[in-house]
């Protein structure tokens, strides 16, 4: 399969990875739960929005400080036992964040050094999450930039 130089439908266009910033990748937003949230909950949020992950904070209703991540990797760990179990037993709770001007780089580096698929995106200067970054994010980045 060959392309062109310009944009291919269905492409988005970047940087390079060794030029990229985790903006340039991240998932702006987030979908976010209470820990109380049962887990079959999460498994839907996660299959109707089309993400691989939800933010687990310590409010109800989603607005308060990230706790922790649930990912479809826990799901999938869990899958036979999903029944009686909520998002607070089953997330990773060191939540890993980056800044959305950290190179993708550093962020990649992160994801090994952790062994998580997802970084949490936190605005430096108001503390607050922006967005989420996940391995597949940066798989876009190594497939479909430009120099």
Same mark, same amino acid.
């Given at each position: 399969?060959?392309?062109?130089? !310009?944009?291919? %439908?269905?492409?988005?266009?970047?940087?390079?990875?060794?030029?990229?910033? $985790?903006?340039?990748?991240?998932?702006?937003?987030? +979908?976010?739960?209470?820990?109380?949230?049962?887990?079959?909950?999460?498994?839907?949020?996660? /299959?109707?929005?089309? $993400?691989?992950?939800?933010?687990?904070?310590? @409010? /109800?209703? !989603? /607005?308060?400080? *990230?706790?922790?991540?649930? @990912?479809? +990797?826990?799901? #999938?760990? #869990?899958?036979?036992? /999903? %029944?009686?179990?909520?998002?607070?037993?089953?997330?990773?709770?060191?939540?890993?964040? #980056? !800044? *959305?001007?950290?190179?993708?780089?550093?962020?990649?580096?992160?994801?090994?050094?952790?062994?998580? &698929?997802?970084?949490?995106?936190?605005?430096?200067?108001? &503390?607050?999450?922006?967005?989420?970054? @996940?391995?597949?994010? #940066?798989?876009? $980045?190594?497939?479909?930039?430009? !120099?």
């Amino acid at each position: 399969m060959t392309h062109s130089q !310009g944009n291919v %439908e269905g492409s988005y266009r970047v940087p390079s990875f060794e030029h990229a910033r $985790v903006a340039d990748a991240m998932r702006p937003g987030l +979908i976010s739960c209470a820990p109380e949230t049962p887990l079959e909950t999460v498994a839907r949020m996660m /299959a109707t929005n089309h $993400v691989h992950s939800i933010v687990v904070t310590r @409010s /109800a209703g !989603g /607005a308060g400080r *990230p706790w922790g991540i649930v @990912s479809d +990797i826990d799901l #999938v760990r #869990v899958a036979g036992d /999903a %029944e009686d179990r909520t998002a607070g037993e089953t997330c990773q709770t060191e939540v890993v964040s #980056v !800044g *959305p001007d950290d190179t993708l780089r550093h962020a990649a580096q992160l994801m090994a050094k952790h062994g998580t &698929g997802h970084l949490l995106v936190v605005d430096p200067q108001r &503390g607050e999450p922006v967005g989420v970054l @996940s391995t597949l994010d #940066v798989a876009g $980045v190594v497939a479909w930039a430009r !120099g």
